[in-house]
Every structure is written in structure tokens, then in C-alpha cells.
Antibody, heavy 118, light 111 residues
Framework: EVQLVESGGGLIKPGGSLRLSCAAS????????MSWVRQAPGKGLEWLAN????????NYVASVKGRFTISRDNAENSLYLQMNSLRVEDTALYYC???????????WGQGTLVTVSS | QSVLTQPPSVSGAPGQRVTISCVGS?????????VHWYQQFPGTPPKLLIN???YRPSGVPDRFSGSKSGTSASLAITALQAEDEADYYC???????????FGSGTKVTVL
């Protein structure tokens, strides 16, 4: 059974940093593109970033480019999102997801909540 | 403002057919990019409902179907059931932005 478990969220002040983790199991992590998607409270889905199987290709939405960094550790079956210079508008539930091809996210974690507030 | 535009809400009576539109542009749906559809219930992560325009993952009822033409796509739900009441999102790749984008989302209400 595919499992994705996010962690690392919490309450952080504007300008602060957080590192989210996503522990993967039940599938071949090292041969799967992975993505981060977020959802602000009461709002829609926002695709943030994805990373190729070997970590050599990374793509970001403009709103987080230069502030967030996606990475992975295939030996540990883990996906990460380093978030710097956090803003109030980054407050959201952050999901990691598998990419089955052409961006289609076929498995999702339960999400980890990030709240940016002074 | 989303790159892919969906109606905020659609509604129908049980047994009816409803459709949700997803309108894009020549840099995404019109550029032959695939469209995917997701269903999300409150408090739960999204579920992939339609993959690559019109393919249903295992376990998705055949009441759900997708189509795409030009710069638009549609999700149809036939024989609407109370359990279909949820939020639905389309997703595609935007070649100008070189990222994947979600639609604005549509809430389906079963009357």
C-alpha cells in the first residue's frame, strides 16, 4: 500500500524558515517523480514544485521560486521542501504527492499544516 | 486568479447529469497538454478521478468521464448521487509557465 506521510509543519513567524518532510513507502520511490501541492484554508489547490526521479530536474511555481527548495533522498525514501522567507500568504496545508505522469498526482499524503503569523 | 477557469459551483438532482467546465488557453489545454481531474471531500486530500483527459483510475465509477477540445475540458457526472457532493479540480501543464496548474475548483451540490 502506498503511504505518504508529511511532517514538519507548524506555527512560524513571517521571515522564518521551515523544512517539510514526506516519508514514502509502498512503491518505488527512486523511480517516481514527486510533487508538493498546497491548499490555503478554504481555498483551492496550488501546485508548488516537482522533482525528477534522480533529483536532477526541479520546477517551481513563480510564487515560491527562490524561496522554496524541493529535494529528495532516494536512499531514505524521503521528499523535502525547504521553505525560507515565509510569508503570511504561505499559510496552508502542504501535501506531497506522487506523479504518475504528465503531472497527474495519483497518491497524496494527509498534509502538514504551516501557519505563518506574527 | 487561476490559469484554468472553472465555475464556482454546479448543482443537480440525484440521477441527473452535470458537467464541469475547465477553460484554459493556447499555452495549456490548447497546446495539447493533458488534463486531469480530482475530487476532494472536506478535510481529506484530493483523489485522482480522471487521468490524461479521459482515463479513469481503477475504482473510479464509470459515471465519471472526461473530455477535452481545444482550450477547454469537461468533467461529466452522470446519474448524480449524494456521495458525489464534493469539490472538483482540473489540472494541466502550462507550457509558457513550465509548471502544472490547477483550476479554480468547482463545488458540486446534490439537491
Amino acid at each position: 500500500e502506498v503511504q505518504l506521510v508529511e511532517s514538519g509543519g507548524g506555527l512560524i513567524k513571517p521571515g522564518g524558515s521551515l523544512r517539510l518532510s514526506c516519508a514514502a513507502s509502498g512503491f518505488s520511490f527512486s523511480t517516481t517523480w514527486m510533487s508538493w501541492v498546497r491548499q490555503a484554508p478554504g481555498k483551492g489547490l496550488e501546485w508548488l514544485a516537482n522533482i525528477k526521479e534522480d533529483g536532477t530536474v526541479k520546477n517551481y511555481v513563480a510564487s515560491v521560486k527562490g524561496r522554496f527548495t524541493i529535494s529528495r533522498d532516494n536512499a531514505e525514501n524521503s521528499l523535502y521542501l525547504q521553505m525560507n522567507s515565509l510569508r503570511v500568504e504561505d499559510t496552508a496545508l502542504y501535501y506531497c504527492a506522487t506523479d504518475v505522469g504528465r503531472g497527474a498526482a495519483d497518491h497524496w499524503g494527509q498534509g502538514t499544516l504551516v501557519t505563518v503569523s506574527s | 486568479q487561476s490559469v484554468l477557469t472553472q465555475p464556482p459551483s454546479v448543482s443537480g438532482a440525484p440521477g441527473q447529469r452535470v458537467t464541469i467546465s475547465c477553460v484554459g488557453s493556447n499555452s495549456n489545454l490548447g497546446a495539447d497538454s493533458s488534463v486531469h481531474w480530482y475530487q476532494q471531500f472536506p478535510g481529506t486530500p484530493p483523489k485522482l478521478l480522471i487521468n490524461t483527459n479521459n482515463y479513469r483510475p481503477s475504482g473510479v465509477p464509470d459515471r465519471f468521464s472526461g473530455s477535452k477540445s481545444g482550450t477547454s475540458a469537461s468533467l461529466a457526472i452522470t446519474a448524480l448521487q449524494a456521495e458525489d457532493e464534493a469539490d472538483y479540480y482540473c489540472q494541466s501543464h502550462d507550457r509558457s509557465l513550465n509548471i502544472y496548474v490547477f483550476g479554480s475548483g468547482t463545488k458540486v451540490t446534490v439537491l
